[in-house]
């Protein structure tokens, strides 16, 4: 379908370095308006201001804004179907929706088929990297990987580890469990785009003695990835207090279990100390920030101008509402502003883009578009609607033009998206 080497043209942007917390004109931004990127076997071979010879297939985005593929750092496949449900806090939204959502992917149908629409649906949004939540069951995690490699995405995940407080049908068993890791791993981990993330579900889920053994899976391969839920919710950090009485905090269960490492993704880090926080970034862990979802399950606002550890975005559909990064980051801006802070559009997507690949060790080949990174690409209209168009026609200067269009812009205004080089979107 797609040719071998090609070129697009369109207002190119993306980043060199972390732009500073509140910069509207930092140097680490690189736009390029009308500028060409040429892709030759599904990386980026070239970018200049010249249109390329004839020999080169062309695919004409004149007009429109070219950016990496994002990075989605937390995510919940089986969660599709639970979007938008009203009325509760994480523990009761849990319970009464996520767990009954979840227990259905038993089925591998049900997981192939769910696998396949969120990928696609991720894509839809410009989302061509994730690192995903499952389930419990070991096939929804074979599901995920069989999807993403047909895709040709770069995928991170791993079967959802929870021996305790879950329903019958949504608990493993240590032993069965760091069975299917090991098999997972040996099957998936470092094939192609993919990765695994040994995926504690949150400390309240797992018995120590599962704890450990994530932690010992770790220990044993420091190329795996870890993903797990900290310090969202202030009842669900109560309930760890409780659960683990000898841990100095919630973060500290799995400092204790050597989950903080590198390769770690800790989704949502609201209710942490300094300790904590001092912790994460002396560990290299990143947190993945999920405004969406922080915001509709009322759980609290991060506070991320004070952070001084990675932060990367992420969209935690089902309790996030939407999978388009860029509502989350509009999301993201509000959650600032009461903060008494102010997110600029730079740090934004830099977070979805450079900052979250290089925090996952991926900064080479993801989340940038120079050459030699991967073709992972999507293209969007600047605006769509008469409101957007206004808006768009009376900004001047770059922050201005990009924040508007990160304020108003949704999945409806992707005109492309390409993984690896082919359209996929
Ligand atoms: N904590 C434990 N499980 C979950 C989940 O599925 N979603 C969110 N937002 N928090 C969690
Ligand atoms: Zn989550």
Redesign the pocket.
Known sequence: DQPRRWALRGDLLDFTAAPAWGEIEPSAVRFDRDHWLLVEDGRIVGRQAEAPDASWVRKDHAGQLVLPGFIDTHV?CP?LEVIASYGTE?LDW?ERY?FPAEAAFADPARSRAGAEVFLDALLASGTTSAVV?PTVHKVSAEALFEAAAARGMRLVTGKVLMDRHAPDGLRDDVAQAERDCIDLIDRFHGQGRLAYAVTV??APTSTPAQLAMAGALCRADASLYMQT?VA?NRAEVDWVARLFPEARSYLDVYERAGLLHERAVL?HGIWLDAHDRILIADRGAQVAH?PS?NLF?GSGLFDWAGAAFNVSLAS?VG?GTTLSLPRNMLDAYKVQALRGERLTAWTALHAATRGAAEALGLGDEIGGLSVGQAADLCVWDWARGPVAEARDAVAKALHERVFAWMALADERNLAACYVAGHRRA
């Open positions: 919940h969660q994480l849990l996520t939540f579900r949150f839920h969202e989704a999920c979802s399950l935690d309790g």
